[in-house]
């Protein structure tokens, strides 16, 4: 029999990090053009945890700790659906690096201040 080739996945630099504000830009209209959080970032799935986006409803059964019931959660949502918000005009921006004291930093294409 012959093996498998191990298959090898690339990711790419995740130009959206945990704290930033983003803005859904496609999916569902009740979620789309709200300026939210990001909770966590998934790297290797290319997808991330967006504040108030993309709920599922999850039963839980009661145990010592909690009351049991249905709650919301949100569930991730892929990076090509999210735009980092502009820390100038508040507005949709693409993100840009760029070296400045030895350092890579992100920064804003549309009004070109760095993003923290």
Request: no cysteine; aromatic share 2%.
């Amino acid at each position: 029999m012959a093996k498998k080739a191990k298959e090898t996945r690339f990711t790419a630099k995740m130009k959206i990090k945990k704290g930033d504000n983003v803005v859904v830009i496609a999916g569902a209209s009740k979620d789309r053009t709200r300026v939210r959080e990001v909770l966590e970032v998934f790297p290797s799935k290319n997808r991330a945890i967006v504040d108030g986006v993309n709920m599922a409803k999850k039963h839980t059964k009661p145990n010592q700790d909690t009351q049991g019931g249905i709650i919301d959660t949100p569930t991730p949502i892929h990076i090509s659906n999210l735009m980092l918000v502009d820390p100038k005009s508040g507005e949709p921006t693409r993100v840009g690096r760029k070296e400045e004291d030895g350092k890579l930093v992100r920064y804003s294409k549309k009004s070109g201040e760095i993003i923290k």
